[in-house]
């Protein structure tokens, strides 16, 4: 990993940057990522301030992104509005996959370039690390297009609907002077619940259906398998979820209380923002 990969896109849960530092203790280099009030002197004591070993949440952001970019159905969503033209979907996945080992086998100073040319910004929060990224830019990049070097800044004001957050679930744990990041293993993951997963399949397969043949109608289709039109209407939201909550169902993360039956009650009034169905269904 680059000694700075994250310097300048880092940021803690009050919004002020955290800044690379290191130490050496016996000849061994240590990096850390820590508060600037802890490098100034100004919040010795503040309780806020964290200091986070590099190399572990490093590989973290880098692991997530790659996810991401290795998942066809998340990345397609989270483009949705954003597809070229002139890029078909077979190639647009192709690339994606390329920029997903140019990530972990380039040059680290390519892995800044990259994350800077997305607009990446990583939030450090009390239970997980969110990652967003520019939309539009990751659109761009993926059809070839030339990224304006001179508005790389992470801190460029970016609309709500250009944003896509990743997130990693994570607790943050208090050792000494510094802080360790918890990360959920594999076993502790929860099982992905069946009834969920067949819902969200289905909305996405009636919504192809009705792309591909235009002559196919809601009630066509409500009568073919025998539902009310408004339960079919409800059920056309669900493609438009936010991607991470559509890969938390997935992998079986969804709040404990979240069913298919609350999945579609909330449906009905399903938010375009994204923020906002996170605080619907509970994931915040």
Not at 61 to 79: G, M, Q
Not at 101 to 120: F, I, N, R, Y
Not at 140 to 154: C, E, S, V
Request: net charge positive.
């Amino acid at each position: 990993m680059h000694p700075s990969l994250l310097t300048g896109l880092l940021f803690d849960d009050k919004g002020d940057r955290l800044t690379p530092t290191y130490s050496t203790k016996k000849g061994t280099r240590y990096r850390y990522y820590v508060s600037t009030g802890l490098v100034t002197g100004a919040k010795m004591g503040c309780s806020n301030s964290v200091r986070l070993p590099a190399g572990n949440l490093e590989r973290l952001v880098i692991d997530r992104l790659r996810a991401f970019l290795d998942d066809p159905t998340a990345l397609l969503d989270a483009l949705a509005d954003e597809l070229h033209s002139g890029l078909g979907r077979t190639e647009l996945i192709k690339r994606s996959l390329q920029l997903a080992e140019d990530l972990q086998a380039k040059a680290p100073t390519v892995a800044k370039t990259l994350l800077m040319g997305l607009l990446c910004h990583v939030n450090i929060k009390p239970d997980r690390i969110e990652i967003s990224l520019s939309r539009h830019r990751l659109a761009a990049m993926l059809a070839g297009q030339l990224i304006d070097q001179r508005t790389q800044d992470p801190e460029v004001k970016q609309h709500a609907h250009d944003v896509v957050t990743l997130m990693v679930p994570a607790r943050l744990k208090r050792v000494g002077r510094e802080m360790r990041i918890l990360v959920d293993t594999a076993d502790h993951r929860t099982t992905a619940n069946a009834s969920l997963l067949r819902i969200i399949a289905r909305a996405h397969h009636i919504k192809t259906r009705l792309i591909q043949n235009t002559e196919l109608t809601v009630h066509h289709i409500a009568r073919e398998e025998r539902v009310s039109a408004a339960y079919i209407y409800t059920l056309l939201r669900l493609p438009w979820l936010a991607p991470d909550i559509t890969t938390a169902i997935v992998n079986g993360r969804q709040p404990q209380h979240l069913n298919a039956m609350t999945l579609m009650r909330r449906a009905s009034r399903l938010p375009a923002n994204w923020a906002a169905q996170r605080t619907l269904f509970g994931f915040r």
